[in-house]
């Protein structure tokens, strides 16, 4: 599968040292890692702005106990891509990224 911009959900599924960014005010809500079916313990995920800052990082824990796992985070204000220069999905074992945007 590639990666997927739809109007107003990017499902991401690839690990790019490549920004991410449009050029309209995109602004991001949630953002979800779904692994289903091989999560493994020590999985991650690390999403960074456009210079390498780090913005989310996750890793799997307790995978013996189900195969499938979900992460989320949200922001208490949006994450507004213009500010970060866009971001990177610079690390992503296995499973989609799901960015919920405004």
Do not use: C
């Amino acid at each position: 599968m590639a990666n997927k911009f739809l109007s107003n959900i990017w499902v991401i599924d690839t690990a790019s040292s490549q920004v991410i960014n449009d050029d309209v005010h995109t602004r991001v809500n949630v953002i979800r890692w779904v692994v289903d079916g091989d999560a493994a313990d020590g999985d991650d995920l690390k999403i960074t702005d456009a210079t390498d800052n780090l913005i989310w990082h996750d890793i799997v824990t307790n995978s013996n106990s189900t195969t499938y796992w979900v992460s989320s985070t949200s922001f208490d204000s949006p994450l507004d891509l213009r500010s970060t220069g866009g971001i990177k999905v610079s690390t992503l074992s296995h499973g989609k990224v799901y960015f919920y945007l405004e």
